[in-house]
């Protein structure tokens, strides 16, 4: 079992940054194919990047390319998302998950665990 904790999200300005943080409890954190979906209000839940086990091996979504990096510290057991360049567009609600699936993947169904979930809100 793993329970994941988003944090980091807020209010910024169109252009601005923000990093979000996804801790995990539980064992085998370095087991887990980590990723990031958000989901804007009316809107399916999108996928937004992951990363492999390693940390090596990343995927993003084309509409972030450039302007998020995803990356993790299996020693804290914890998942990052650097955010710059933000846009309104990018306003959402952005969740973590864990998948145990063998290779990286955009389909939330093969995410086994999520989290609660961070509001990020860009003003234009």
């Known amino acids: 079992q793993v329970q994941l904790i988003e944090s980091g999200g807020g209010l910024v300005q169109a252009g601005g940054s923000l990093r979000l943080s996804c801790a995990a409890s539980?064992?085998?954190?370095?087991?887990?194919?980590m990723g990031w979906f958000r989901q804007a209000p009316g809107k399916e839940r999108d996928f937004v990047s992951a990363?492999?086990?390693?940390?090596?091996?990343?995927d993003y979504v084309d509409s972030v390319k450039g302007r998020f990096t995803i990356f993790r510290d299996n020693s804290k057991n914890t998942v990052y998302l650097q955010m710059n360049s933000l846009k309104p567009e990018d306003t959402a609600v952005y969740y973590c998950?864990?998948?145990?699936?063998?290779?990286?993947?955009?389909?939330?169904?093969?995410?086994?665990?999520w989290g609660q979930g961070t509001q990020v809100t860009v003003s234009s």
């Open positions: 998950a864990a998948s145990s699936y063998g290779t990286i993947g955009r389909g939330a169904s093969i995410y086994n665990y």
């Open positions: 539980g064992r085998d954190f370095s087991n887990y194919i």
């Open positions: 990363i492999h086990r390693s940390g090596i091996g990343t």
